[in-house]
């Protein structure tokens, strides 16, 4: 069920250049069905949707209903959100989309994520080892001030980082990490922008895997279009599919990017 509340701010902390960690406590908790699920987050006054971000889900913790979301302050609506502190209320719309599937028996999991891609795989990479799955992580970020929970990582299963300028990790992008060190794994799931997406699931065609287009996403309710995409297998067809909506994950090959 989609659930409109008034959350409560139990932190917020920066936690990189202009990336804020915000935690959220409620009963929209509950209805968080997977990992890889989205809010829907209101970042200024009145009933204008376009108030309202987009941001998925880090991680939950249902027993204290609390949910973790990472954002990049870029705009002016997360800047706006950025402000907001300890103990105040945030009007949160939500839990929204299809999130991961980690249904199946334990396997061995390849989490790839780029930048603000990164944190809906924090919850999937727990969800996974919760359900005794190996997991092995390749986090990109642009250079070592933008990036955050390596470590969190780290403690889950193996991570290797990759920043462009080489400042943290090896120098290079994900597809490179992959390249160099050939990780065994049966599934891949990967979050990020589009051009990372795309290389990737050329670098990894024939494997079996998923992807997230929140990057693709605009309002987030339905309402713009901004993130509709057409299928790979109809590309100029009148079939398409809305990443808010019919995702933001979908199986890897699925979607034209
Ligand atoms: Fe606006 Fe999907 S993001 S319709």
Known sequence: MIVNENMVVLSH?????????????????????????FVHVKVGKGIDP??????????????????????????KGTRLLSLVDRSER????????????????????????GGIGVPP???????????????????????ESVSFYENKFGELGLTYVATVDGSLGSAGFVTDVISEEKPDFDVFYSCGPTPMLKALERQLEGKHGFISLEERMGCGIGACFACVCHKQDDPEGSSYVKVCSDGPVFPAGAVLL
């Open 50 to 75: 376009l108030l309202r971000r987009p941001i998925s889900i880090a991680s939950h913790d249902p027993e204290q209903h609390t949910m973790t979301l990472i954002y990049r302050a870029e705009g």
């Open 13 to 37: 902390e920066r936690i990189a250049e202009n990336i804020y960690e915000l935690v959220l406590q409620g009963n929209l908790v509950d209805e968080i069905k997977a990992p890889g699920q």
């Open 121 to 143: 795989l924090y919850g999937l990479s727990r969800k996974l080892v919760e359900n005794g799955w190996e997991v092995k992580h390749i986090l990109g970020f642009q250079n």
């Open 90 to 113: 945030v009007d949160v719309l939500g839990p929204l989309g299809n999130g991961f599937s980690v249904e199946g028996q334990r396997k061995t999991a390849l989490l790839i994520g």
